[in-house]
């Protein structure tokens, strides 16, 4: 009561009391498009299957079987997958954003493989700390399910706790941490989660590299890195990998009803186990120094993968 009648007096003297962030408060507003359809009082799936018609028409192909992310480093798979027969800007197909970071092109593909088995190759992620909300985030995966695909495919570039992982190691993911006190689920949608990264998809990577080794992924909001206390935390909760995406899109994928496969690009040694500080020029420059290795390891397991 004492501070209250204080402030009060306060303003009396020196006017009315600002807030001294008003930037930030308009920032936080002007992430949020009223024009845009996952921003409205919509159904988000029924928003995802009107972008999977946008993205049958566009690339003339019905239906795709497998869907893969491709996060920071990965991006040359693509290129190997199979034939790209078609190749859309993200932002023409409905509910999709402009990707905000370096390293995500901002494309859909169509590959065919050789099989003639569709992927749809998403260049175009929207991270967590972007401000728009989950929806938009897990957008792209619900989006992969209405286009037909049955498995997804999830991959990033993310810091190792492992101090026998070095920058430039691929990695599976055998589980998550959700830390971004977030979940795209809405309303009582009780989804288990026991096998979320799919054993039997990381049994069929191992027939590709049998030196894969794997760990379990945490999922921060971002787009600060993380602390060397908070590295400790996720190590102590049984984490491995520290990155800024994947866990929620990882649910969404569950939701949807899609087998999923995570792979983690070890940019890194997260915050406190790598003796100099973190910087987003080297989580790109160790993308592009594995991407030869990584994107041939991607595309062959994809390929495998029935």
């Known amino acids: 009561m004492i501070a209250i009648l204080w402030l009060r007096s306060k303003s009396k003297l020196m006017g009315p009391i600002v807030s001294?962030?008003?930037?930030?408060?308009?920032?936080?507003?002007?992430?949020?498009?009223?024009?845009?359809?996952?921003?409205?009082?919509?159904?988000?799936?029924?928003?995802?299957?009107?972008?999977?018609?946008?993205?049958?028409?566009?690339?003339?192909?019905?239906?795709?079987?497998?869907?893969?992310?491709?996060?920071s480093g990965w991006g040359h798979a693509a290129e190997l997958i199979g034939e790209t027969v078609?190749?859309?800007?993200?932002?023409?197909?409905?509910?999709?954003?402009?990707?905000?970071?370096?390293?995500h092109v901002g494309t859909l593909r169509s590959v065919r493989m050789d099989d003639g088995r569709y992927v749809?190759?998403?260049?175009?992620?929207?991270?967590?700390?972007?401000?728009?909300?989950?929806?938009?985030?897990?957008?792209?995966?619900?989006?992969?399910?209405?286009?037909?695909?049955?498995?997804?495919?999830?991959?990033?570039?993310?810091?190792?706790?492992?101090?026998?992982?070095?920058?430039?190691?691929?990695?599976?993911?055998s589980d998550h941490l959700n830390l971004t006190a977030d979940t795209p689920l809405e309303g009582a949608t009780f989804i288990d989660m026991t096998d979320l990264y799919s054993s039997r998809l990381r049994e069929i990577a191992r027939e590709v590299d049998p030196s894969l080794d794997e760990g379990v992924y945490a999922q921060f909001r971002g787009p600060q890195y993380e602390t060397p206390a908070e590295v400790r935390m996720v190590e102590a909760l049984g984490g491995d990998i520290v990155g800024m995406s994947t866990a929620l899109e990882a649910i969404a994928a569950r939701q949807a009803g899609l087998e999923v496969l995570g792979f983690s690009l070890i940019t890194n040694l997260a915050a406190g186990i790598s003796p100099t500080p973190l910087s987003h020029e080297e989580v790109i420059e160790a993308g592009r120094s594995a991407e030869g290795r990584i994107s041939?390891?991607?595309?062959?397991?994809?390929?495998?993968?029935r």
């Open 20 to 71: 001294p962030w008003p930037r930030q408060r308009r920032y936080r507003v002007s992430m949020t498009d009223p024009s845009h359809p996952l921003d409205l009082a919509a159904d988000p799936f029924e928003v995802a299957r009107t972008a999977a018609a946008d993205i049958a028409r566009l690339t003339g192909v019905e239906r795709h079987d497998i869907a893969v992310t491709l996060g």
């Open 86 to 103: 078609a190749q859309i800007a993200a932002t023409e197909v409905t509910g999709f954003t402009k990707p905000a970071l370096e390293g």
């Open 120 to 173: 749809l190759v998403i260049g175009a992620r929207t991270h967590y700390y972007e401000g728009h909300g989950v929806r938009r985030v897990v957008h792209s995966v619900r989006t992969a399910a209405a286009a037909g695909a049955r498995v997804m495919v999830l991959t990033n570039g993310a810091g190792g706790i492992k101090d026998t992982w070095s920058a430039g190691q691929p990695v599976l993911i």
């Open 296 to 305: 041939r390891l991607l595309a062959d397991v994809i390929g495998k993968i």
